[in-house]
């Protein structure tokens, strides 16, 4: 840009040179041109030095492969004594890699040992009728599941799993199934699987309007159009930030055992993916499948299982923080201590029930974040918000405890740790967040440490 405007004003004061009786105006712009040749002349030299590592890298791997190939030098030869053999690149099926194009690798070299030839002579032979330069192949693009949570740990191993057939059936963007609360109107993230980090993982979110009202159970509902004169935006309250979501499918479903109304939700960002008869079907059967879940749920007989497949908090936590570094999110965890097992001591046939107790108090307090249990009466909180916003976050935490009832009395202590550069894993994070408890436990305060 700096060389545009130095070449611009040359032309301008030659111009004003040549229109008024000002001869030191032809200096001014010959001055003016020789500082833009020196800035060209500098920028070229120092894109001749910069030497990208990767030709460096590519250079060291070659020479890697010719070695166990038995190549041990390469001279050069005429033109017409060389020869190219084409060699296919291996595919790369890795996770997470953003190459998606597979090149044929060109090797030239010089005749090597009869041990080594016998083999390229085998291959020359066999790709003999093969092009001289391939093609690039292309894989399709996958699904990359970006939510994939549950209200519970037994919930991601019943509904979840159930959610991501759905889902991969219908070739939906996102699957859920909500439970309505009527009063206040509020709808709770029983389970959701998502192609969108900013769906919610868990939580509750209100409006206005009821989703959906005076349907028959197990009827699908599709709106085909969501926006403007169809199905309101403001409505989709599962999603952090708006999403363009074209088409929007519920399935009423009450069960038996228990007074909650359920509602299992699907959406789509194509065009019609949802309108199909066969799509409607499909729908009710799953719609069937979840009032069965929740009503053997509600019995207890679902099967616990002899061994916790429960992720570990390490490993929880390092989620976390990859998730809130991907993102560009603020990444706050709080520990949430419920002080009367402390104070009034509880005893182990009430223990599981308080907990139970308290992890549904917590989830109606701390929205929009993730909870996890991290000790006996102790919760994990994990708020991807501001930071300047996390006082007030933390202080509301601990104020909606402090006049509860049997069996919540007595309060809770929060220690809060912001992560930041100076937490290099999951290990540093949560030694600071237990320092960060310690402290809140012993002065009665929430402690935030940043």
């Known amino acids: 840009m700096l060389r545009v405007l130095l070449v611009i004003s040359a032309l301008v004061a030659a111009a004003l040179a040549w229109a008024l009786p000002m001869p030191v105006l032809y200096g001014v712009a010959i001055g003016l041109l020789l500082v833009a040749v020196v800035l060209v002349s500098v920028a070229m030299r120092r894109r001749h030095r910069d030497i990208p590592e990767v030709y460096s890298e590519l250079a060291e791997q070659t020479e890697e492969d010719l070695a166990s190939l038995g190549i041990i030098d390469i001279k050069p030869k005429s033109q017409t004594a060389r020869e190219t053999v084409e060699v296919p690149a291996e595919d790369n099926d890795s996770p997470g890699e953003n190459s998606e194009n597979d090149l044929p690798v060109s090797q030239t070299s010089e005749s090597p040992p009869k041990g080594v030839m016998e083999p390229v002579d085998a291959y020359r032979s066999e790709v003999a009728s093969a092009p001289v330069v391939g093609k690039a192949r292309k894989r399709p693009p996958r699904a990359r599941i970006?939510?994939?949570?549950?209200?519970?740990?037994?919930?991601?191993?019943i509904f979840v799993p159930a959610l991501k057939s759905l889902r991969a059936a219908i070739d939906a963007y996102t699957v859920c199934l909500l439970r309505q609360e009527e009063?206040?109107?509020?709808?709770?993230?029983?389970?959701?699987?998502?192609?969108?980090?900013?769906?919610?993982?868990g939580g509750s979110f209100a409006t206005n309007d009821?989703?959906?009202?005076?349907?028959?159970?197990?009827?699908?509902?599709?709106?085909?159009?969501?926006?403007?004169?169809?199905?309101?935006?403001?409505?989709?309250?599962?999603?952090?930030?708006?999403?363009?979501?074209?088409?929007?499918?519920?399935?009423?479903?009450?069960?038996?055992?228990?007074?909650?109304?359920?509602?299992?939700?699907?959406?789509?960002?194509?065009?019609?993916?949802?309108?199909?008869?066969?799509?409607?079907?499909?729908?009710?059967?799953?719609?069937?499948?979840?009032?069965?879940?929740?009503d053997t749920a509600a019995d207890g007989d679902l099967a616990e299982g002899g061994a916790d497949y429960s992720k570990p908090r390490r490993q929880i936590i390092a989620d976390e923080m990859e998730r809130s570094r991907s993102m560009g999110h603020d990444l706050s965890l709080a520990l949430v201590f419920l002080n009367k097992a402390e104070d009034n001591g509880v005893q182990n046939d009430e223990l599981e029930e308080l907990e139970v107790r308290f992890e549904g108090r917590l989830r109606e307090v701390a929205?929009?974040?993730?909870?996890?249990?991290?000790?006996?009466?102790?919760?994990?909180?994990f708020y991807h918000g501001q930071r300047d916003t996390v006082a007030t976050w933390a202080a509301r935490i601990q104020e909606a405890f402090d006049e509860e009832a049997e069996p919540l009395d007595g309060g809770v202590s929060v220690g809060v740790v912001v992560c930041g550069e100076q937490h290099g894993g999951p290990d540093s994070l949560r030694a600071h967040a237990t320092a960060a408890l310690q402290s809140a436990f012993e002065s009665g305060e929430c402690i935030i440490v940043e």
Do not use: C
């Open 210 to 294: 009821p989703l959906m009202a005076g349907h028959r159970t197990l009827v699908p509902i599709v709106y085909p159009r969501v926006g403007p004169h169809g199905f309101s935006k403001q409505k989709l309250g599962y999603y952090h930030e708006p999403i363009n979501v074209r088409q929007v499918a519920m399935v009423p479903i009450a069960s038996k055992k228990r007074e909650d109304v359920f509602i299992l939700l699907v959406d789509t960002v194509h065009d019609g993916g949802l309108e199909n008869a066969a799509v409607r079907v499909l729908l009710e059967q799953y719609g069937r499948l979840m009032a069965t879940l929740l």
């Open 367 to 381: 929205l929009d974040a993730r909870i996890e249990r991290f000790g006996e009466l102790t919760f994990g909180v």
């Open 183 to 201: 009063a206040p109107l509020r709808y709770h993230v029983e389970a959701m699987v998502s192609q969108n980090s900013y769906a919610r993982s």
């Open 146 to 157: 970006m939510v994939a949570e549950s209200s519970s740990a037994r919930g991601n191993d």
